[in-house]
């Protein structure tokens, strides 16, 4: 399996832009999770999803930030508009939970920078 | 306060050296612990899990005391290739509605 994966993997954008990103889970996950990585405050999460359904969504900072799984292969976190202090690394990760293990699988990341 | 803390560190060491990281948690109802651990730019990958009776993987050995609300993981014998950033990792809520929190990580630098 290619694991998890995300585009784009570097992102710079200005200020005010709207910003896309992609993640592919690993087939057969049935839960995907969103986090931001910051130096400030570590390692966040933002939302996850079961069977494409968004179940927490509790750590997505405002409004400006929006996250969408239409189908089982696919979700996009989109930030409308941009700022600065959403500069982070984003990460995607998979899981499929049972009562035996609960690992993640991150993908590589996307390392956002708005100017 | 943190609901996961940990030292930051850098804990800065001789290869061969014996290491030990903690970690405390603070919510009560915390249900499953995990060691993840992420190189510099790259994504946390799972180390290992913890576990009430304690477990061991190679050189690595991962302890828990609930009483306490705290996590330990001792590296043996360190080797270059253990310097990384050591996130301890603490599930709130049970079952499949779990949330994972991560602690801020404690950053580990083996040298020659």
């Known amino acids: 399996d290619a694991g998890v994966i995300q585009s784009p993997r570097h992102e710079v954008t200005e200020m005010g832009q709207e910003v896309t990103l992609r993640c592919k889970p690993i087939?057969?996950?049935?839960?995907l999770f969103w986090y931001r990585q910051t130096m400030m405050r570590g390692l966040e999460l933002l939302i996850y999803?079961?069977?494409?359904?968004?179940?927490?969504d509790s750590g997505m900072p405002e409004d400006r930030f929006s996250a969408k799984m239409p189908n089982a292969s696919f979700s996009t976190l989109k930030i409308q508009p941009s700022e600065p202090r959403d500069s982070a690394v984003y990460f995607c990760?998979?899981?499929?939970?049972?009562?035996?293990?609960?690992?993640?699988?991150f993908g590589p990341g996307t390392r956002l920078t708005v100017l | 306060r943190k609901e996961v803390e940990q030292d930051p560190g850098p804990f800065n060491v001789p290869e061969g050296a014996t290491v030990a990281f903690n970690c405390t948690y603070s919510?009560?109802?915390?249900?499953?612990f995990f060691w993840y651990r992420q190189d510099c730019r790259k994504e946390p990958k799972l180390l290992m899990s913890?576990?009430?009776s304690g477990n061991e993987d190679g050189r690595f050995t991962a302890q828990l005391n609930r009483a306490s609300q705290y996590i330990s993981l001792l590296i043996r014998d360190s080797k270059l290739s253990d310097s990384a950033t050591y996130l301890c990792?603490?599930?709130?809520?049970?079952?499949?509605?779990?949330?994972?929190?991560f602690g801020q990580g404690t950053t580990l630098q083996v040298k020659p």
């Open positions: 990760a998979s899981s499929f939970r049972d009562r035996s293990t609960d690992t993640q699988y």
């Open positions: 087939s057969g996950h049935d839960y």
């Open positions: 999803f079961n069977n494409n359904v968004p179940i927490d």
């Open positions: 919510n009560s109802a915390s249900q499953s």
């Open positions: 913890v576990y009430s």
């Open positions: 990792v603490v599930i709130r809520g049970s079952g499949n509605t779990g949330k994972l929190i």
